[in-house]
């Protein structure tokens, strides 16, 4: 138990959905990003949020849309996913100063898209 | 890319042996971490080295680190099944970034 969790675990959807993931932190950091990880691919880094603003936007397609707001909570809002996008999308947290380099996962969700 | 490599991709290994994975990396690093995968507890950090330190250890882990040669080790000494995940070696981007950069991974198999 890391005190990330995201919900939902698993998700499968069409392509011309609607959807949402959500991540929560119980840590008190101030610091939530997005990760994409994908089989065979290395841990992508999507979106980064600091104090609710967002920092870093790592070239993500615009069908994918965050939204941070507050320091405990970050969405994911997902529309007219391509079939490519299914992967593990994991959330994680830290300080956003002093020990941001040790970043804390949530379990993830098991996208889908047929 | 930063993306550092482990070596081996895969390791398979009798519960009680040792097992040691190496990561190179190719930028000059703040620190460096390795974290753990598995389908049970996610990815969980495992230790932290910093560029000024050669070698931490934390428990049955063993991190060494040799900047002249960008390359560094994790050692799990006394290994047991529960071990059975993937690892990775971290990189921080620098100062000022919060970006960590995953390499690939090593997916070690502990046998009981």
């Known amino acids: 138990e890391t005190g990330v969790t995201q919900t939902p675990r698993h998700l499968v959807m069409g392509m011309t959905n609607k959807k949402s993931l959500k991540c929560e932190q119980h840590?008190?950091?101030?610091?939530m990003y997005w990760y994409k990880q994908s089989a065979k691919k290395p841990l992508e880094l999507m979106f980064v949020?600091?104090?609710?603003?967002?920092?870093e936007n790592n070239s993500v397609p615009s069908r994918f849309s965050p939204e941070c707001p507050n320091s405990s909570h970050l969405f994911l809002h997902l529309h007219t996913l391509q079939p490519e996008d299914s992967a593990l999308y994991l959330c994680?947290?830290?300080?956003?100063?002093?020990?941001?380099?040790?970043?804390?996962f949530g379990p993830g969700t098991r996208l889908t898209v047929l | 890319s930063q993306q550092g490599e482990e070596d081996p991709q895969a390791l398979s290994i009798q519960e009680g042996e040792n097992a040691t994975m190496n990561c190179s990396y190719k930028?000059?690093?703040?620190?460096l971490q390795w974290y753990r995968q598995n389908s049970g507890r996610g990815l969980v950090h495992l230790i932290l080295?910093?560029?000024?330190?050669r070698e931490k250890h934390s428990g049955r882990l063993r991190v060494t680190l040799d900047t002249s040669k960008k390359s560094s080790s994790l050692l799990i000494t006394a290994s047991r099944a529960a071990d059975t995940a993937s690892y990775f070696c971290?990189?921080?981007?620098?100062?000022?970034?919060?970006?960590?950069?995953f390499g690939k991974g090593t997916k070690l198999s502990v046998i009981p």
């Open positions: 840590l008190g950091h101030n610091a």
């Open positions: 994680a947290s830290s300080p956003r100063d002093r020990g941001r380099d040790t970043q804390y």
């Open positions: 971290v990189q921080t981007s620098g100062a000022g970034s919060y970006q960590l950069t």
């Open positions: 949020y600091s104090l609710e603003e967002r920092v």
């Open positions: 080295i910093r560029s000024n330190e």
């Open positions: 930028t000059s690093i703040n620190n």
